[in-house]
Every structure is written in structure tokens, then in C-alpha cells.
Nanobody
Framework: QLQLVESGGGLVQPGGSLRLSCAAS????????IAWFRQAPGKEREGVSC????????TYADSVKGRFTISRDNAKHTVYLQMNSLKREETVDYYC???????????????????WGQGTQVTVSS
């Protein structure tokens, strides 16, 4: 069974940086994409970024382009989300998710993914 565990959340000042990690285990053979979502209280879960198995398919939400970078270390079965120039309104919970497919989808939605981590909290505050 596929399991995802996020880490790296915490408190950061506006304009600061954090790197989130998503450690994956239980993969069977085949291709997977892993994505980051975030969710504020009372709002829908929003897709942030996605990366496929080879790293050749990567997508970003418009709101994070140029500030966030997704990457993966297949040897460690870990996907990272480097977040720079963080804004106060990005004080939300971040989740990683996985689904078996070859490439990332445009406009990914929560229902596109079947495996989820428990989330990690990011607080952007001075």
C-alpha cells in the first residue's frame, strides 16, 4: 500500500523559505506522479505543484510559479517542495498526494489522487 509522509513545515517570516519533504513507500512497479496540495480552513484543497517519475513532467499553480520548485530524489523515494518568498496568506496545511500515471495533469484536483499524506502545517508570520 502506498504511504506518504510529509515533513518540513513550520514557522517562517514573510519573504522567507521552507523546504517540504514527502517520503513515499509501498510503490509497486509502474509510473506515479506526486503532487503537493494546500488547504486553508473552509476552502477547497488547491493543487500547488506536481512531478512525474522521471522529473520530465512538472506543473505549478500560477500563484507559485517562480517562487516554488518541486524536485524528487528517486533513490530516497522523496519529493521536495522548495518554497521561497512565502506570503502570509500561504499559512495553510500542505499535503502530498500520489496517483499512478505517466505525467502530471493540468488543473489537477483532489479527486484525481488516491493516496494522501497526513499534511504538514506552514505558518508565515512575523
Amino acid at each position: 500500500q502506498l504511504q506518504l509522509v510529509e515533513s518540513g513545515g513550520g514557522l517562517v517570516q514573510p519573504g522567507g523559505s521552507l523546504r517540504l519533504s514527502c517520503a513515499a513507500s509501498g510503490f509497486s512497479s509502474g509510473y506515479y506522479v506526486i503532487a503537493w496540495f494546500r488547504q486553508a480552513p473552509g476552502k477547497e484543497r488547491e493543487g500547488v505543484s506536481c512531478i512525474n517519475s522521471s522529473g520530465g513532467s512538472i506543473t505549478y499553480a500560477d500563484s507559485v510559479k517562480g517562487r516554488f520548485t518541486i524536485s524528487r530524489d528517486n533513490a530516497k523515494h522523496t519529493v521536495y517542495l522548495q518554497m521561497n518568498s512565502l506570503k502570509r496568506e500561504e499559512t495553510v496545511d500542505y499535503y502530498c498526494a500520489a496517483v499512478r500515471r505517466l505525467s502530471c495533469m493540468v488543473g489537477m484536483k483532489r479527486e484525481d489522487f488516491g493516496s494522501w499524506g497526513q499534511g504538514t502545517q506552514v505558518t508565515v508570520s512575523s
